[in-house]
């Protein structure tokens, strides 16, 4: 050892960091790791270095933004967790992006940026030095000069440097106005760089133009801005509000005075101020009145334009010389092998003769052979036909039912991301001959208006349904309005077919809709049932044979995939057996482990099975689509999703599109189909048992259904039949004389 090394002056130690229970004081440091983060609310468990210290200390409090490495200046006192021990309780958390070589590289590794990494951020770092933040935002072109970045990569950091930048600036605002961070970026890519002034001018834009955020929010960034609680601009808003919220929930009306009451007991304004704003909302673009009925005017156009699209159809001719009905049902036996039933034979024969027509029925009753014989006297004759359901997994079923190409009503119009419009539209119709439309009852007003608008008057229109599901997710009962009117043709097929009639689903779906107990297999049948039913009704034990089934006996005795093969059903979203808490306890069970990212509280993991919850016309994924994870890039922050047959990216500002799909609610599942369905049907789900919501789950499950429930809750479901009535007036459009030209 030589003498320097022996007689080397050890380092001063640092000062230890003083502690005084209760008393308010400054803390300043880095950010070295988010323990915890809600996106709502910006509330964050955090570790900070203290400044001039080498051990981290806890930082609680809410922080509009937070990125590991940047520098936290904090306001607030120490207190003494009686779990985990001393933290700093922030009143005030400010952060700013970091200075040293160190802190950035951990800023930029941390994941903030699409397209760098751990690796990019220290080739970064090492190059530039503390000056790489400036360089990224002034002088980007400077990045080619490190191997490995190129102009693609240069520009999407700068693109994601800008956009973080300018989300920052959005929440910081915006935090102070009770908007969390997680509807701040939503708001910055809605209206970029103009978000602040944009939401000063009028924050009640916000519950119109970005999609989840409601009135409530707006209201309140509204009041904390200084705008009136009697204001006409507050009572404008808050009456089309109402009306939305009535759109959401099925209606396409309400009267004046529903919406004075309900505008009154929202908004706490007077009636006089509230009447002299619905005048004022009469003159715009919103709302539009008939006699004392209050529509959303895209509500109101599309009921007239269904009615006179209907009416334009029925009276002209086809394009095609017409069809011998009975001749060609005679052909159709023959080649599809099979006798038809009587109620099929009319049925086919309706759809023939006639130039609209809807046929109707429950499962098992044939509607799939009237389609495929349609199919076949069409293809025989030469037509031009066009086959097509609401979602993709309802058209790849039809598809596959036919031998024909089937495609969702957004392909088959075409749907154009740039415009918001259809390529296909009354301007440009739909060219051929016949159409066939399945799963009519998912159909909304706003879709359906957007397929007869762009129909031909010669084009021969056959709506496939079955009117005892639920409705349409979206405002209007389109497909039992069509019915009620009158004047379609319309054939329902009760007849359970033989071949079918062993099955226990089949049959009690009809049992259901009859308002008749379940059919149970007898114990000596339970391996050969597609049906079962195991009775439980505390959450803990409805929990444990959930998880019992998905994991065991299902994959065990029918060679069926848990992730991919099994969907649990609920009634509900909220509470211990909703579907929230269902696919977090799903998720760590059947895919704990594996490549993910985290967004919003959720973890989207590789393998994951996610849904779709809002219609995105530039993605071509629509609320409902049901895909798996089958790509995640942690570096990018990205994933890519597989949905019937096509991938399609998500990042994370679009991550709040997806939620977990282990379990789904019955309303979302309409159109689908399953191998197997898991059903929860409880006491605690007692607000929505329904009839037809019981029946809707049932129908599912194409070979194995399992109830884990309560009798009680079967018998409530079963016997509850009153579906709650939407305002509509489309069959009273529909009866109505054709109004003079």
Known sequence: MTYNQRYKPKPKPKPKLEVKLGEPVELTGVVESIVFRNEDNGYTVCSVKPDGQREPVTVVGASAAMWIGETMRADGHWIRHPRHGFQFQANEITCMAPTSARGIERYLASGMIRGVGKVTAKRLVKHFGAETLHIIEKESQRMEEIEGIGPILRKRIKESWNEQRGTRDIMIFLQGHG???????????????????????????????????????????????????????????????????????????????????????????????????????????????????????????????????????????????????????????????????????????????????????????????????????????????????????????????????????????????????????????????????????????????????????????????????LPSVGPGNVLRDLIQSGVIPCEALQTIFRQEAGGYIVRNAHNINEGHRLELPEPSQHGLSDFYMLPCNEPDEVLQRLLELVTKRIPQRFHLNPLTDIQVLSPMRRASLGTDNLNAILQETLNPQGPEIERFGRKYRLRDRVMQIRNNYDKEVFNGDVGSIAAVDPEEQTIVVEMDGRRVGYDLTDLDELVHAYAGTIHKSQGSEYPAVVILMTTQHFKMLQRNLLYTAVTRGKQLVCIVGSHKAIGMAIANTEMRQRRTSLKDRLRAPEPAS
Not at 413 to 430: I, R, S, V, W
Request: hydrophobic share 45%.
């Open 179 to 469: 908007i969390g961070t997680g509807q701040a970026a939503r708001i910055y890519r809605q209206y970029g760089a103009d978000a602040i002034a944009l939401v000063r001018t009028n924050p009640y834009r916000l519950c119109a133009d970005v999609w989840g955020i409601g009135f409530k929010t707006a209201d309140s960034v509204a009041m904390s801005l200084g705008i009136p609680e009697n204001s006409v601009i507050r009572a404008r808003a808050g009456i089309v509000y109402v009306m939305r919220t009535l759109s959401e929930e099925g209606h396409c009306h309400c009267t004046e005075a529903e919406l004075l009451l309900f505008a009154e007991q929202l908004l706490g304004i007077s009636v006089e101020i509230l009447a002299e704003a619905l005048a004022a909302e009469l003159q715009g673009k919103w709302l539009t009145k008939e006699d004392d009925r209050i529509y959303l005017t895209t509500l109101y156009e599309n009921e007239c334009t269904i009615a006179q699209k209907i009416r334009d159809l029925i009276d002209a001719p086809p394009n095609f010389k017409p069809i011998q009905s009975t001749k060609a049902v005679v052909w159709a036996e023959e080649q599809m092998h099979i006798h038809f039933a009587p109620q099929q034979r009319l049925a086919l024969e309706t759809a023939l003769d006639s130039k609209m027509a809807i046929i109707t029925g429950g499962p098992g009753v044939g509607k799939t052979t009237i389609i495929r014989a349609l199919v076949d006297v069409y293809h025989r004759r030469g037509l031009t036909f066009y086959l097509a359901a609401p979602t993709g997994r309802a058209a790849r079923r039809m598809s596959e039912a036919t031998g024909h190409d089937a495609v969702t009503i957004h392909r088959l119009l075409k749907y154009l991301p740039q415009t918001g419009k259809f390529e296909f539209h009354a301007g440009n119709p739909l060219p051929g001959d016949c159409l066939i439309l399945d799963e009519v009852s998912m159909v909304d007003l706003p879709l359906m208006a957007a397929v007869m608008e762009a129909l031909p008057k010669h084009m021969v229109v056959i709506l496939v349904g079955d009117i005892d599901q």
